[in-house]
């Protein structure tokens, strides 16, 4: 694939707006957020909902064009390669330059975005997402995550049973850390992506998400969470008992194959959004690191701290140098960011990219915050300034959509052609 670093112009324009709003809206109120964790920031999100329509009323579009759904014709022939994932991944680490919290309260599809466009059908894409191209701002979210099931996600235990008399699927169990559960659960109609098992002992092979909507009886937030970072954003808990939904709120076949026949179709609709949301955190990433790295750079050319364009290395102090470590690992994890989206867009697979990239943005985020707290002492450590908050807001990137280990071994088991048993 050739390799071109400059960004169309429409990517660009939009990416020159989400900054604006990083700016003149999200740092102002950024400190707020995170002393008043469960406020939801509403003047940000009436700015931001009339874009994210048309961003989402283009994606469903392209995507029912794509299925030649909605009774339009697939397209063929030669076609404008896509952008939509640059693009999309330009403006979250736009958005998270600005906070990275407040823009996971951004009104949108999101997860259950990611996981209906990854395996819905055209008329579940239709019927779902056309919501988020209109009306109030709405939410999406997905609940993979129990109190017994985090990084091996095969190991959950909520229960989808069909009833054959209403033909409506009854789902029971509890989600944990479900991000903007409550704004999708109750605050509008949104819906939740929920992960359950058909029949637990078919393990991974018996694993299905289904489409909750809001308000849905059965369906209970229990708890939102105080958390050390990313206070601005949403995160619940949610039960669900005896939770009645249609039959076609199934992603994907309900048909069940035995795991001896080697098909684990639901486990790997998992891990298709996954390789469309795990770029997205490395994104995420990205902005938190270039904040405190260019407040960081900033202040210390305040006091004369700056790095000369042509130095041997022997000549450069200490901190001249972890600046310039800092600068390398936020652009090379950025590129591997990139790189993954654009294998998106060109339709080629990008599980290992997508994997790779939020291993080296969740590591680099986390480490250029420490350093920049470390660099600027007293002024790093104060709450007067914000590095002290990107410092906790880094570290959940490393956590979710896979922690570091889990994304690690994903990597690791690609590369080595080694299987889930053999390398655990
Ligand atoms: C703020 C926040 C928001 C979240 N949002 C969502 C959401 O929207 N939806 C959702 O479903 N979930 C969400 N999560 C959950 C998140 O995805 C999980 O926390 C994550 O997958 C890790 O699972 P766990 O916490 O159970 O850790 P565990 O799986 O218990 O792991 C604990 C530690 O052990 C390590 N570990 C585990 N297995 C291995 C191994 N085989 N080799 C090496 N190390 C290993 C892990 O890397 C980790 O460091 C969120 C979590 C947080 C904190």
Known sequence: MPIEFKLPEHVENQTNLSKMLAVQVMRKISRHYDEHEHERPWEYINVIWPFMQQIEAADLKRSMRRNGGNGSKPKEGKKRPSTANVRLLHMIEALSWGDAGIYLDTPSSALAGAAINAVGTPEQKERFLKRFTEGEPKWGAM??????????????????????????????GEKIFVTSGSLAGKESPGIIVVWATLDRSLGRAGMRSFV?????????????????????????SIVFEDCRIPY???????????????????FKGAMKTFDASR??????????????????????????ITIPEYAPHHQLSAIQCDLIQMEMELKAAWLLTIRSAALMDAKQPNSIEASMCKVKAGKAVT?????????????GYSREFLVEKWMRDAKINDIFEGTGQINTLIVARRILGYSRRELK
């Open 143 to 172: 609940a993979i995550t129990e109190p017994q099931a985090g990084s091996d996600t095969s190991a959950i235990q909520a229960t989808a049973t069909l009833d054959p008399e209403t033909n409506e699927w009854v789902l029971n």
């Open 212 to 236: 909750v909507e809001a308000g849905t009886p059965g369906m209970t937030i229990t708890k939102q969470e105080e958390k050390l970072g990313i206070r601005a954003s949403d995160t619940v």
């Open 248 to 266: 076609d709120n199934i992603l994907g076949s309900a048909e069940l194959v035995k795991p001896d026949e080697k098909k684990t179709k639901g």
């Open 279 to 304: 770029p997205m955190v490395a994104a995420s990433a990205v902005g938190i690191a270039r904040a405190a790295f260019e407040f960081t750079r900033d202040k210390l050319a305040e006091q004369g």
């Open 367 to 379: 480490a250029i915050t420490q350093k920049c707290v470390e660099l600027l002492g007293p002024l």
